[in-house]
């Protein structure tokens, strides 16, 4: 994965959002502090942004560990696609709904949640989020919905 393909992928996905949830003002980070992403799993976080930062509109940051540079596509995008969906869950108003397929599990309802991310990401794109057998998200292998001993 180079830089200019991951801002590529971030540009087209944050365009999705965009057009499903209206403009969210997000910003791509990097950093490759290890202390920021201490467990081998660990890549991405979404940090919301308070107005005083970023204007009355306030925003947010996806920030990637620069391990992302040694991932495969599917991953890179699996793990972009998914703090999109913390992103939606805390700038967009009204979020997407989640899909029918996962309404029944209550940890997609909490405002904040990892499932909830998930499903929001589901929403927007109509594809799952899976964790791979390191338990990183995945497109393509591994299992669905998150396993509860990561975290809901």
Known sequence: MTATRYFQIFRELHADVN???GPLCLTPAMENDR???PA???YAYFRPKAPEILGKDG???IVMSTKIFGCSEDRCTALIMHEFG???DFLANPAPPVPARVRRDPAVHTH???RRADALA???WGIPIRYDPQLVQSLTCGVCPRP???GL
């Open 86 to 88: 913390h992103a939606m």
């Open 59 to 61: 925003g947010g940051l």
């Open 35 to 37: 202390g920021f992403f």
């Open 148 to 150: 509860t001993f990561l």
């Open 19 to 21: 057009h499903v949830c």
């Open 112 to 114: 904040g949640g990892e």
């Open 122 to 124: 589901e929403a927007v």
């Open 40 to 42: 081998n799993r660990s």
